[in-house]
């Protein structure tokens, strides 16, 4: 007998040595084959039993079953005495686990940037999630008003909390900023003028362009000044019949320095209150907490929203999702007069927000009604407000943690150390501002193998929950602002996950 017909027989009885999916379901589904698992894979296989839909646990085993035909087929060594179900039941747990994975999942930010827009922007304060949990699970009063009987407005729940907070007269929530200056384009100024500054024509993440969204508006964009300078005189010469209002724009990710002049807001009310106009400003990132008030004169540049309507703007628009710390939102307030057909516009329905968002939102706006609570509890608002010796201290626990877990990995190469570096409040709000913080930084030890920063960040990635980190100076950084301290154990997780990945890349 050939070789060649020898090693095809025993590719044969490879395959034929294979359970049968029916098998592998079986057993699968059974406590019995807890005995062929380690404690932590019997309850994984056992969550994975309970919780996974019958469709995804045969997809996910039959991908098994289909890597295992093709390593028989490419001759790999040692799959004799691997194919038995006791040998195979550990790696087909780990398996299903692994690629039943939901596709959106939660993912550890060391970057230490607090409003990471890739990363979901701002997290939400315990209330809040309590608040979501509770209107997802059962009926409430959505658009029900509980003391009449009759049909009630969704907006009922936070309008209240946003005029005391702003001081405006009337206020309502769609999706999100787009959206509310989408709406109080198309609702106050369709088909006529809205005189804007060229220096304020923005564009921010995902190709959100001012001038576009102006013209999906229905309104006319009336550019004036240069891109540094705009003066009084460049909107009051602009203004014309044709003009329904005056706008400023938040710049958001970019700042023009140097040689530069732009109108103040009270200057802008003044010129639209003399013309009869209303002033708009989309304030963009917004905020309803005072930084300088908290003792941090270095956030103080972002204006609050009641600071922005007292200077005499009668309608502002601003995210929930950014330096609030809310849920994604556009919140629209201001004059009762201008407001009022915002809410009677028909696109209003299409852009309004969900019963999770308005109790996440009505929830976080509570905690503003106390402001040192607001900073203890609402994420975004802590984090951006953490001192640097809270971060130096942070950072040496998170240092210790990671060095406990490497410990069971001499062979690593990396060696770890302490240093001073800069977060980022991200979101568009402070742009040139830098946040004081400690960095645990991982480099390759003199004379190790030890992979470089930039492959053990892509294998964090890869890593259970994967985990985002920044790479500076030649090391991977890990900055604690944005990991809390149960997170810790679950960062040299990953992390040790990432080596061992690299580990094999740089193996093959």
Known sequence: MSENTGGKEARLRLFRSLPSMNALLEAFSAPASDAMLCAEEAGLRSFLADSLPRTLLRESIEDFLGQCRQAIQQGKPGLEQGLALRELMPRIVRHVARVSRPHFRRVLNATGVVI?????????????????????????????????????????????????????????????????????????????????????????????????????????????????????????????????????????????????????????????????????????????????????????????AARVLAAGVDVVSFSGDKVLG?????????????????????????????????????????????????????????????????????????????????????????????????????GGAFPELDLPTSLVCLHAAPGTSAPSPESLRECLLQANPPMLARVENNALCLDPRTLDNAEFSLAARSLCQALGKAAGAVSQ
């Not at 550019?223 to 705009?230: D, L, M, S």
């Not at 308005?358 to 203890?376: G, I």
Request: glycine share 8%; aromatic share 4%; proline share 4%.
């Open 116 to 304: 990471h827009t890739n990363l979901g922007r701002s997290l939400l304060a315990q209330e809040a999630v309590q608040a979501v949990a509770e209107a997802a699970r059962h009926y409430s009063n959505l658009e029900f008003d509980l003391q009449s009987g009759a049909r009630g407005s969704r907006y009922s729940h936070v309008e209240a909390l946003v005029c005391r907070l702003t001081g405006a007269e009337a206020a309502l929530v769609v999706n999100n900023n787009a959206a509310a200056v989408l709406l109080m384009l198309d609702t106050l100024c369709k088909g006529r003028e809205v005189i804007v500054s060229r220096g304020e024509l923005v564009e921010i993440g995902g190709s959100f362009r001012i001038p576009a969204v102006m013209e999906k508006s229905g309104c006319v964009l009336r550019e004036v000044g240069a891109t540094n300078r705009t003066h009084p005189a460049d909107y009051a010469s602009a203004i014309t019949e044709h003009t329904a209002a005056l706008m400023k724009v938040h710049a958001s990710n970019f700042r023009i320095i140097g040689f530069t002049s732009q109108v103040s807001r009270e200057d802008l009310a003044a010129l639209a209150r003399e013309r009869r106009l209303p002033l708009l400003e989309d304030l963009g990132s917004g905020t309803l907490f005072d930084f300088a008030a908290a003792g941090l004169p270095a956030l103080a540049s972002e204006p609050t």
């Open 326 to 426: 809310g849920p994604q939102a556009g919140i629209i307030a201001g004059r009762a007069e201008y407001i009022d057909p915002i809410k009677r516009n028909p696109m209003n329905r299409a852009l309004r927000i969900d019963k999770m968002t308005l109790a996440a939102l009505e929830a976080t706006l509570r905690l503003y009604l106390e402001p040192e609570l607001a900073k203890r509890r609402i994420p975004t608002l802590r984090m951006i407000c953490e001192s640097p010796a809270s971060l130096r201290r942070r950072a040496g626990r998170l240092l210790k943690t990671l060095q406990k877990e490497l410990a069971g990995q001499p062979e690593s190469g990396l060696s770890l150390t302490l240093r001073p570096g800069a977060s980022r409040t991200g």
